[in-house]
């Protein structure tokens, strides 16, 4: 007898297939959710393990350093008020950091210490004479003696000479917009101008005075610059002589071949990058090494020395472990040479060189001092290198640090001062062309221009452009 359909029959084989399927489809997800888990997990290992590698181990020291050293130089050294010179200073470069950081001043002390993502510090503390530096070990530092500091004023035009000199409606008024500060990222704190050696005019923001040191940032490579010059007219040193640096000296190490002219015009070849993202080695110089000079010298050669430019703050630092072994290994005596060499005959009393814990002189990067003081600086250069009857290096030294260093190709880069040409001519025509400047970050410039023997210096704490190139414009247009 054949078999009758059994719709009943028929229906649960269509439910058991419809649940084979949907067990099947379930299987196939979970296996698909297993492998999204899966990649998941793989993203936050890989993430984790590039922040433990790349943040914590490498930006979090130089945040946290970098916090520690300036706050601690800013409070210590320019007697900011402490959230102010958090505000300007700090909390606009280190982000995201700056959320998570947290600043203990010690005030008794003068140390400052900072703790970061994780529970990450720094320190930094404070010594007469010479600042502050950041620390990595408990061992004592080395105190310097100086009771012969003395401010030494400026030469300052009458009213008179000012309105025989410039328009002073447009001078005040290019030093006003220098002040304006909209977005509150400009930040300038202080700017002066001399003419023929004479103050012609400044300005200072709220709290600041013609005697509050000021960071100079990377101005201070310019002032290394200056005390080889020293050292050169002295007949100490040797610009173009190849073992400028003594742990490379006598070996067959291609870096032996480096000289101190090589390491002023920044192409020595050395891989010291520096690009400000806190992972950098420049970063991790400045704010997690005793010893910057011992780093630098031990970074390997990306070329040949001579052939290629890069800007890079290591060199200079080298370069002051070279000026110190040629005028005394000791704290004291090198902070002697700079102070009877440089700063005492220019009377700039107010001017701090901050050492690391090795006792070598930060020569790229940590010098403060007063806009005044700064612009006596500048002057010396356009004075030739002779302050009131005393010369302090030649007259051709003006001319090797302006001189465009060829690698630089399109870049106007002296030996250790910025110029206004480059191997293509003026770079920037709307000021004179033998116009030359130092420059430092968050906006520090002094520049010298030779032909209207003009000086301006601009301090404060930028984290968009100045606008300082314009200002000299403007006050150049105002002169009669």
């Known amino acids: 007898m054949p078999r009758q359909y059994n719709p009943n029959y028929c229906d649960r084989i269509a439910a058991v297939k419809l649940l084979v399927d949907t067990l099947s489809n379930r ?5 698909m959710y297993k492998n999204i888990l899966a990649i998941f997990i793989a993203i936050l290992v890989i993430t984790a393990g590039w922040y433990y590698f790349t943040f914590a181990r490498l930006a979090l020291p ?34 995201p950091l700056s959320a998570f950081l947290s600043v203990n001043y010690d005030d008794k002390n003068r140390r400052v210490i900072t703790t970061g993502l994780g529970g990450w510090q720094a320190r930094a503390d404070f010594r007469e004479h010479l600042g502050c530096t950041v620390r990595h070990t408990d061992d004592s530092l080395e105190s ?10 400026l030469a300052a035009v009458t009213d008179a000479e000012r309105e025989m000199r410039f328009d002073t409606q447009q001078l005040d008024s290019a030093i006003s917009e220098a002040f304006r500060n909209e977005m509150g990222n400009k930040n300038t704190l202080a700017v002066v101008v001399l003419h023929k050696g004479k103050l012609i005019t400044e300005r200072y923001a709220e709290g600041i005075t013609e005697e509050t040191p000021l960071p100079g940032w990377s101005m201070t490579k310019s002032v290394t610059a200056t005390l080889v010059g020293i050292l050169d007219f ?25 000289t101190i002219d090589q390491l002023l015009r920044m192409t020595s070849g050395l891989e010291i990058t ?12 400045l704010f997690d090494e005793s010893d910057g000079a011992a780093f630098s010298a031990g970074r390997p050669l990306q070329a040949t020395p001579g052939s290629h430019w890069q800007y890079m703050s290591g060199s200079t630092v080298l370069v002051s472990s070279a000026v110190r072994e040629i ?23 107010t001017a701090i060189l901050e050492p ?28 030739g290198g002779v302050v009131g009857d005393q010369r302090l290096f030649a007259a051709e030294w003006v001319d090797y640090v302006t001189r465009h260093t060829k690698a630089a190709k399109g870049t106007g880069y002296g030996a250790g001062f910025w110029i206004n040409r480059n191997n293509q001519g003026v770079i920037n025509p709307a000021l004179p062309a033998d116009t030359f400047r130092a420059d430092g970050f968050q ?23 100045t606008g300082t190139a314009q200002l000299v414009a403007q006050i150049i247009a105002a002169m009669k």
């Open 327 to 349: 005028v005394g290994e000791s704290l004291q005596e090198n902070y002697q040479f700079v102070q009877d060499a440089l700063f005492r005959p220019l009377g700039m009393a």
């Open 144 to 153: 310097i003696n100086d009771n012969s500091r003395v401010i030494v004023p």
């Open 27 to 31: 299987l196939e997800q979970t296996e």
């Open 274 to 285: 520096e690009d400000q993202s806190g992972t950098d080695p420049n970063s991790q110089m």
């Open 62 to 95: 130089a945040g946290t350093g970098f916090a520690a050293k300036h706050l601690c130089s800013l409070v210590y050294v320019s007697g900011l008020e402490h959230d102010r010179a958090r505000t300007m200073y700090i909390d606009p470069f280190i982000q």
């Open 443 to 465: 906006g520090q410039h002094i520049y010298m221009v030779a032909s209207r023997d003009l000086v301006v210096v601009r301090l404060g704490a930028a984290s968009v452009g």
């Open 234 to 258: 002295q007949k100490r040193i040797q610009v173009d002589a190849k073992g400028a640096i003594s742990k490379w000296r006598g070996t067959s190490d291609t870096r032996s071949e480096i």
């Open 356 to 383: 690391d814990e090795s006792g070598t002189f930060i020569g790229s990067s940590f010098m403060l001092a007063s806009a005044r003081d700064w612009a006596k600086f500048g002057q010396l250069y356009l004075d």
